[in-house]
């Protein structure tokens, strides 16, 4: 191209402010993520169940516990 050869591509380093910030955003994220997943976890994997009325009365009569 037009000009002289440069020695490429040589982006500046960002400012500490910077780095600072990023990392406490990065972090701040990750613990709200880690946050919600100890509230949330059991109905994200599965292991809460969350049974309807119907359901309640018909386990147990299968079972023979009253029903709430």
């Not at 613990?31 to 292991?47: A, E």
Request: glycine share 14%; aromatic share 20%; proline share 4%.
């Amino acid at each position: 191209m037009a000009g002289h050869a440069s020695g490429g591509f040589n982006p500046h380093l960002p400012g500490f402010r910077y780095n600072f910030l990023a990392k406490g955003l990065g972090a701040t994220m990750w613990f709200f993520i880690f946050y919600r997943f100890r509230q949330d976890g059991g109905k994200l994997l599965v292991r809460h169940y969350s049974f309807s009325c119907r359901t309640r009365f018909l386990m147990s009569l299968c079972l023979g516990t009253p029903s709430i």
